[in-house]
Structure formats: C-alpha cells, structure tokens
C-alpha cells in the first residue's frame, strides 16, 4: 500500500502525459477524420483519390515507427526538431485519422439515399446539405468507432515512452527499477490505463446518446439514469 | 404538341390562356437505365395551373419523369424546359450544353417534391424541418420562416406539433409535414410521388384532403404519380397515361376513366380498379 501511497503523484505525473498525448492526438485525428473522410465522399474524383491515397498511407504505417521517423529522421532532413510530445500527438493523430476518415466516409455513405434528396428538393447548396442534413444524421453513426478509436489511440501512446516521453508507460518501467516491485509498478500502470479508458468511455456514451436523442431515437431514455425528471422534459409522451 | 389530339383540350383554370407559354416541357427526353430505355422520345408540356395525374403500369416512366424535374436524375438525350428556361441544358455562347449544378439550382428552386418514403429529416423539429431551406436557400428570416411554417402547418392540421420531433409522428402526419415543408419554398410546381404509397391505409386519406385542400385554394401545377383514381379524377385537369416510357393516353380524368380509347389504359384501369 505505501508503494502506492508514495509513487502517486509520480504516476498522476505519468497519467498527465498520456492524457495530453491522448487529447492532442485526438484532436489531430477527429481534424484529419472530418477532412479526409468528406472530401472522401465527393464526386470530384481527384478530391477522391487524395483521400484514399492519404488513408492507404497513413493506415499502412505503424504510429511507432512514424513517430521514429518524425523524431529521429525529419531532424535530418529539415534541421529542426520536434519536441517529443509532438511528434507523439503527429504520430498518432496523423495514424489515427486515416482510421477515423474511413469511419467518417462510411457513415456519410450509410445515411439514407431520400435524405439527399430531399435536400436537393429543398434547393440546398451542397455545402449546406452535408453540413444541416447529412453530417447531424451521420455523426451518431460514427460516434461508437470514434469512442473506440479514442481508447485505441490511448493505448497506443504508450509508444511515446520510446523517445523518453515520461508517460505512464515510462513511469511504470522506472518505478519498477528503481523499486524493483514489478508486478506493483505495472498494476499501477494498468489501473491509471483502465481509469482513463473508462472516463473516456463514459464520455463517449453520453455524446452517443444525445445524438441519438437528436435524431429522435430513444427520446423516452433518459440522458442520465437517475436525473429521469430532470431531463424527459422534451417528450410530452403523447402517441403519435 | 404533336402527340396527342386532345392536348389542348384538357381543363385549364379560366383565367389562363391556352397559347400561353408552358410551365413544364419535355422535349424528346429520353432516359436509359443500361439497356433499359425509360422514356423513349418524350414530348408533352404542362400548362401554369395545370394538375397532372400520371398513371400507368409501374416501370413506365412515370416516377422517372418527376425525378428528371426535380433534377435526381439526368437525361440521357432532349431537353427539359421550366417557364421557358432549360433545366437540363443551359445556354453558352448561343448553344445548348449540359447544365451546371449552379444553373439547375437556379430552374429548380421553382419546383418542391414530396417523396413516397417521406423523407423527413429526423435530425430536426417539425419546425425546422419547414424553416431550414427557406431560411438558407431564399434567404427568408426566422421570423418569418416561423410565421409561414406555423400557416402551412395550421393547413395541414398538425399546428400543435411544430416543436415535435418527426419521429413522433404517425407516416401520415409525417406525410403533410412534408408537404408544408414542400410549399414552405413556394414552389411553381409541385411534384408529387406516390406520397400515399407507403403509408397504412387508414392514414392515406387525411393526406388526399391536404392534397385537395391544396388543389382548392391555390393554382399551384401538379404533376402526381399516384394510384388513387379517385383522388386524381378529382384533383387533375389532366390524365396522361404511360407505357414503356411513352403516352399512351392524355385527357381530361372524366374521359380517361369512362371511356378510355386505348386497349392499355382499359386493362391498366381495370387491373387497377380491380385491386382497390
């Protein structure tokens, strides 16, 4: 109990840079996503190509070694270097959005065919359609793959503990050689990893079940379990 | 009109002239599906006010014809004019070429449909759902997007569920909600197709009184695929009745279904008649 009691605050220093790595990371991968997988959908074929060349690319290539590359490699060809954390969050990002893209281009793909044009019924110009039509009805489709993708992407910026990153990766191993208490080095590091996940888990749950909400489905689920009164207030319950 | 002899002689509102220039005018349209060739040559204008009604076995044409003017579709060879501009084509440097989305956007945004399955957008309120396209595509004010949805929304008895999400509602309330949202752009044209389809028997007629009510108190033109007859003799001016993408028949509704001239539109009207 006292390791744990003792290498707290080293290990919420630890979780700090995972969760810095994860938000950044994110961030860059939901950007990438968005572009990547609208232009996706387009009819313009060259616009088409770019994305798929871009998610082929950035899907083939393993985040650890991209981010070698970004850290190790770029320096020597450009003469600048990359702060660690961010060549992690570019690794990542970049890795992560190809995924995220396809995710996006899919769930464009999937809303109804009627939806479209009725928005060419209703004159909209297709900036407008995708962005008041088809994007409100195909976010709650993506949100379950991005949910995932997140804690992927979590996950995998252990990777950043490589370039002397002090994760909580980098922090396990060090607390496990300098106390020589394997198995508790590495169960405090697998607990601050569940931890994160499930916060971001939960996060996304919500996020989910208000796009639906959105879209009228499950208007009778309240948003919280327990708050039922406090948020049925959109359903007058009438039957159709 | 080459057709047909009695083009001319269907009912048109009083006020109208027969010579006047026709709203819609399909001029040897043809559209092929591969192999599959949907409307083969097709001619035939619609004067302004005219309610048409398009019967005919299904795989005639006649959904095609709606989808060609709404602009869902493209054709394959003719021209199709709006109020004497084309729709398909568009002019440069004297000539006739393909039309630019840009330029259909402008022709079409005189034409609003209603699809058989609806189509709501359940991303929105009943409300929005009416006030979205007015609001960014005519430029219209909330204010007065609102003003207009809650009118049309009185029209087709639904005022009560403005804030209501369409999820919420029966296919048949759906159904006028659609049609509010359809006129909410103040259409010229109003496309109709099969908007009772797809909807359980009980809720259709309530959608046909909208439908009339309409037909009563505006001169907008209709053109509907439907397989309501009784619907269409009472509403339409016009009957036009296809087979493998051609008019076999054009007339006024009293005609067509009492005493039609065609061995095709006798058996189409009896197959039909027979079934309801």
């Known amino acids: ?240 | 009109m080459p057709q047909s002899d009695d083009n001319n002689s269907a009912e048109v509102p009083k006020a109208r002239e027969a010579e006047e220039q026709p709203l819609v005018r399909f001029e040897n349209v043809v559209k092929r599906y591969g192999d599959n060739v949907v409307l083969d040559e097709l001619d035939f204008n619609v004067l302004p006010g005219q309610r048409v009604t398009l019967i005919g076995p299904s795989g005639s044409g006649k959904t095609t014809i709606l989808r060609l003017l709404m602009t869902l579709e493209q054709v394959d060879d003719g021209v199709i004019w709006v109020d004497g501009d084309p729709l398909s084509h568009m002019y440069r440097n004297g000539a006739l070429v393909r039309a630019s989305q840009k330029h259909q956007r402008g022709v079409r945004k005189k034409i609003g449909m209603v699809f058989q399955q609806l189509n709501l957008f359940p991303n929105m309120t009943v409300r929005r759902n009416i006030t979205e396209a007015p609001v960014h595509t005519l430029g219209m004010s909330r204010d007065e997007a609102d003003e207009r949805a809650a009118e049309l929304l009185e029209m087709v008895g639904l005022a009560d569920r403005i804030d209501e999400h369409p999820t919420r509602l029966s296919g048949g309330q759906q159904q006028r909600v659609a049609i509010a949202r359809a006129l909410a752009m103040r259409p010229e044209i109003l496309l109709l197709d099969e908007v009772t389809s797809a909807l359980d028997p009980e809720l259709v007629a309530g959608v046909l009184d909208v439908l009339r009510e309409i037909a009563r108190t505006t001169d907008i033109t209709m053109l509907a695929v439907t397989h309501e007859m009784g619907f269409a003799k009472d509403v339409s001016h016009r009957v036009l009745m296809f087979d493998r993408g051609q008019i076999v028949e054009d007339g006024p509704p009293e005609r067509i279904f009492s005493e039609p001239r065609e061995e095709r539109t006798k058996s189409f009207l009896h197959a039909v008649l027979e079934a309801g």
Do not use: H
């Open chain 1, 1 to 240: 109990m006292d390791f744990f009691v003792e290498s707290l605050p080293i290990y919420l220093n630890g979780a700090w840079y995972t969760l810095l790595i994860t938000v950044g990371g994110c961030a860059l991968a939901f950007v990438i996503s968005m572009v990547v997988g609208v232009v996706g959908t387009l009819r313009n074929v060259l616009a088409r190509v770019v994305a798929l060349a871009y998610v082929e690319v950035f899907r083939g290539v393993a985040a650890l070694v991209l981010m070698f590359w970004l850290f190790y490699a770029l320096p020597l060809l450009t003469g600048y270097r990359l702060e660690p954390v961010l060549a992690a969050i570019l690794a990542l990002g970049l890795n992560v959005g190809a995924y995220g893209a396809e995710n996006v281009r899919g769930a464009i793909n999937a809303v109804p065919r009627g939806q479209y044009e009725a928005g060419i019924a209703l004159n909209f110009e297709p900036v407008q359609r995708m962005r008041l039509v088809i994007l409100p009805q195909a976010w709650a489709q993506m949100l379950p793959t991005f949910g995932n993708l997140i804690i992927e992407l979590m996950k995998g910026s252990a990777v950043v503990s490589l370039i002397a990153v002090s994760d909580l990766t980098f922090v396990a191993q060090q607390m496990r050689t300098f106390s020589g208490q394997t198995l508790l080095a590495f169960l405090g590091a697998l607990v601050m990893y569940f931890v994160i996940a499930q916060v971001f888990q939960f996060l996304m749950r919500l996020a989910e079940r208000r796009a639906n909400r959105r879209l009228g489905r499950d208007l009778d689920k309240p948003l919280f379990r327990r708050a039922a009164s406090a948020t049925g207030g959109t359903s007058k319950g009438g039957e159709p």
